[in-house]
């Protein structure tokens, strides 16, 4: 898994990010609507969570490469 993550150069994972990530982009990005929801503990329905997940994995990716890139570089 690890070297997957290795492979995957950052423009793909922004490209995601900017992408699946903030779509739609108008009213809101689902992501910034579910969570919200998951604040206010509005998120019951499958379909919601569905969402959460598709449209949060993305920045998932991006923290994990970005962690993954600085724990290597102080080894």
Same mark, same amino acid.
């Given at each position: 898994?690890? @070297?997957i993550l290795d492979?995957?150069?950052f423009w793909v994972v922004l490209v995601l990010c900017a992408t699946l990530g903030l %779509? +739609?982009? *108008? +009213?809101? +990005?689902h992501l910034w609507e579910k969570l919200k929801m998951l604040a206010?503990?509005?998120l019951v329905r499958p379909i919601d969570w569905f969402d959460l997940a598709l449209h949060g994995l993305p920045w998932l990716?991006? %923290? %994990?490469k970005g962690l993954r890139v600085l *724990? @290597?570089?102080t080894r």
């Open positions: 898994m690890l @070297r492979q995957l150069p %779509a +739609p982009f *108008s +009213p809101e +990005p206010a503990g509005d990716l991006l %923290a %994990a *724990s @290597r570089k």
